[in-house]
């Protein structure tokens, strides 16, 4: 089957650094997203990795290993305005996106 | 730019009714989808379209139908609403026309409860 699997939950403090792990498993690879919802809002769009390594973007950093079927979401300098839910998405061979429940990342100050 | 819009808003339905969900982007974007978002699930495809008319069953198509007339319009029917559709609806449209690795952009969303 088909599985994306992240921590349900973290809470961070402001100012701080934080990662979010997301590991997969599916029928073919295409790349990985990581999206980013606030709440009663809708998804948007963080970052994709197809090839392996570290894609740096702000203070949103973004990694991939294709043969651990393993990516994560880093985020740096934390702000209050972070606290949301982060989710994971892989593209399968159909090039369909399969999507983890998704982070809720707490803020603290 | 609106990017996608969807409507209602919200809404609360009586079991057996039917319902049409509406989605419009004026990106001109190829493909189009229909997600469901339920607590602790991860967002589950309902039917997608890869190009103005044709589409394609998702993951979760039971219960939905979809039509895709011209490029800017993908709404979504329930023909007969069960409680089991109770859930938050986000339309996305990416401007590939079904390759899957373009970027997907999501609509606010429609809340629906049915009784």
């Known amino acids: 089957g088909q599985n994306i699997d992240q921590p349900t939950e973290m809470t961070a403090t402001e100012g701080a650094i934080v990662q979010i792990n997301c590991t997969y498993q599916t029928s073919g690879f295409n790349g990985l997203f990581w999206y980013q919802q606030h709440a009663g809002e809708a998804p948007t769009f963080l970052s994709y990795n197809v090839l392996d390594g570290l894609e740096e973007k702000g203070r949103f950093s973004s990694f991939l290993s294709r043969s651990k079927g393993y990516s994560y979401l880093l985020l740096k300098e934390l702000q209050m305005k972070d606290s949301a839910s982060y989710l994971c998405a892989a593209v399968n061979s159909n090039y369909q996106l399969i999507w983890g429940a998704g982070t809720k990342l707490i803020i603290k100050p | ?115």
């Not at chain 2, 409507?7 to 419009?24: D, E, F, N, V, Y």
């Not at chain 2, 190829?30 to 394609?56: E, F, V």
């Not at chain 2, 939905?64 to 007969?80: E, G, I, Q």
Request: with cysteine.
């Open chain 2, 1 to 115: 730019t609106a990017g996608i819009t969807q409507a209602p808003t919200s809404q609360i339905l009586a079991a057996g009714r039917s319902m049409t969900l509406r989605c419009t982007q004026d990106m001109r974007h190829n493909a189009m989808y229909w997600y469901r978002q339920d607590l602790g699930l991860g967002l589950r495809l309902i039917h997608y379209s890869n190009t103005a008319g044709t589409t394609g069953k998702g993951e979760v198509p039971d219960g939905y139908s979809v039509s895709r007339a011209n490029t800017d319009d993908f709404p979504l029917t329930l023909a007969s609403a069960v409680p089991s559709q109770t859930s938050v609806y986000f339309c996305a449209s990416s401007e590939t026309t079904g390759g899957g690795t373009d970027t997907q952009y999501f609509g606010p969303g429609t809340r629906l409860t049915v009784l």
